[in-house]
């Protein structure tokens, strides 16, 4: 049987806790996100997406963003401890989920500055919006992954690849949504090119030489 001692020396007890309270905010305040996160095998279309009418109040969900942090922090407790167990719900998910916070800002404040110099704002944010929507799905998938595998006392190694497929998925969405930037036919190509790798492949390149320290 499982047993319940560990978390007297892990803040897994308060990290569901967290979780919980995110989801039931989420569900009231932004249901379609809800059913996307939680239904994550059903499929979204970007270029759906793309096309409908975007409305900026629900572009963002603070919820899914805080989620997202704290997965993000965990998958990289888990990478550099390469172990994935009760004591990694500990302060250091939380520093890492602030250092994501800290990066999702300064990359935001990147792209609203080309957002401002290309034009087309309410396409490119029509981009971030559905950019963000599969990110919340990826985290939710890893979300479950982690709580099942937490006493399965996982080898360093599978413990690593873990975390790794993590981040090659979001570098996967990254990818992926390149191919909407050259939609707007207005903008010389030159520009978009300096836009994705200012944006996109700027941020993960730092990001990725943070986490080997």
């Known amino acids: 049987m499982y047993t319940l001692r560990e978390l007297s020396t892990s803040y897994l007890g ?12 989420l ?32 572009a963002f969900s603070l919820e899914g963003f805080v989620f997202r942090a704290l997965i993000f922090g965990l998958m990289t407790q888990v990478f550099l401890s390469e172990t994935l167990d009760a ?5 250091s998910v939380l520093s890492w989920a602030g250092i994501f916070v800290l990066f999702w800002a300064a990359k935001t404040l990147i792209e609203g500055g080309l957002v401002a110099m290309l034009g087309k704002h309410e396409a490119l ?12 799905k990826w985290a939710f998938v890893f979300g479950c992954l ?15 690849l873990l975390a790794l497929g993590y981040l090659l998925g979001l570098i996967t969405i990254h990818l992926r949504f390149m191919k909407l930037y050259f ?25 990725t030489q943070t986490l080997k320290f």
């Open 87 to 91: 004591a990694s719900f500990d302060i």
């Open 14 to 25: 308060l990290y569901l806790l967290v979780v919980l309270v995110l989801f039931v905010l």
């Open 183 to 207: 939609r707007y036919r207005s903008i010389k190509k030159v520009y978009i090119i300096l836009y994705i790798c200012a944006s996109e492949i700027g941020p993960i390149w730092l990001l």
């Open 146 to 160: 982690t709580l099942m595998l937490i006493y399965v006392s996982l080898s360093s190694v599978a413990a690593r």
């Open 27 to 58: 569900k009231l305040l932004h249901p379609d996100r809800y059913y996307s996160m939680v239904f994550f095998w059903k499929r979204t279309s970007s270029n759906e997406e793309f096309n409908k009418p975007f409305n900026k109040t629900k």
């Open 125 to 136: 944010l029509k981009i971030f919006y559905i950019r963000a929507v599969f990110k919340e």
